[in-house]
């Protein structure tokens, strides 16, 4: 069974509608990697943020009839920027809560691996918010 990522922005039910604050899943399969840092920049460069963190995937979004390969749009990712409790904090510690997260035989029996989510405050340790995030419409 495919495993998915899940975040929500939003700190009410209310305002969970939509891929600006509301739910976002994706399926572990579309996950790329993540970085420390900050790639909220159009052009997708990192910059330094030693409270910040990057998410990137496959893009959720493609128009009918169409697919990364055949759009010739590889390099486009969606992204997530999250950011985590202030200070020096040791990206290595939630990157190796992730992965096992993923890999831990029997956790998460729904499926689901919550990174951020402002309603319940459940997540990765030391996640306290969703930056931003960029969601790319492949056409």
Do not use: W
Not at 62 to 67: I, K, L, R, Y
Not at 91 to 97: G, H, S, T, V
């Amino acid at each position: 069974m495919e495993k998915f990522i899940y975040f929500r922005a939003t700190s009410g039910v209310s305002g969970d509608q939509d891929e600006t604050s509301g739910s976002v899943m994706y399926p572990l399969s579309h996950f790329k990697g993540m970085v420390a840092g900050d790639a909220t920049d159009a052009t997708g460069d990192i910059t330094d943020d030693d409270d910040r963190f990057t998410m990137f995937f496959e893009p959720l979004r493609m128009m009918a009839g169409s697919g990364i390969a055949s759009s010739g749009t590889t390099d486009r990712v969606d992204n997530f920027v999250f950011d985590v409790t202030t200070g020096d904090f040791d990206f290595r510690n939630i990157f190796e809560e992730f992965t096992g997260r993923i890999n831990k035989p029997g956790a998460h029996s729904n499926g689901m691996i919550t990174i951020f989510d402002g309603v319940t405050g459940k997540g990765l340790s030391g996640v306290t918010g969703i930056h931003s995030q960029s969601i790319q419409s492949v056409n």
